[in-house]
Nanobody
Framework: QVQLVESGGGLVQPGGSLRLSCAAS????????MGWYRQAPGQQRELVAA???????NYAGSVKGRFTISRDNAKNTVVLQMNSLKPEDTAVYYC???????????WGQGTQVTVSS
């Protein structure tokens, strides 16, 4: 069973930066789209950024230009670099793997990001 483990969350002031990491227990990037989602209290879970097996990326309009998703194939790690953070970025951030053939999805347990003065 593949596992996804997130790290890097925490408390940061508005305008600050955080880097979230998602480590997969084995190589899956060739067969899955990797994504970062977030869910704030009372809100639906939303896609923040995605990285396809072919290497293309997509971003939510609210984070475009501020967040960057990348991956390290050798380390089975996906990173979300978050800059110019705003209070509205506060949420639990989840790593997701969407497998292309089976259409199954895996989720990490989430990491809390709080942007506050």
């Amino acid at each position: 069973q593949v596992q996804l483990v997130e790290s890097g969350g925490g408390l940061v002031q508005p305008g600050g930066s955080l880097r979230l990491s998602c480590a997969a227990s084995r190589s899956i990037f060739s067969i899955s789209t990797m994504g970062w989602y977030r869910q704030a209290p009372g809100q639906q879970r939303e896609l923040v950024a995605a990285f396809t097996p072919g290497g293309s990326t997509n971003y939510a309009g609210s984070v475009k230009g501020r967040f960057t998703i990348s991956r390290d194939n050798a380390k089975n790690t996906v990173v979300l670099q978050m800059n110019s953070l705003k209070p509205e970025d506060t949420a639990v951030y989840y790593c997701n793997a969407a497998f292309i053939m089976s259409r199954q999805q895996l989720w990490g347990q989430g990491t809390q990001v709080t942007v506050s003065s």
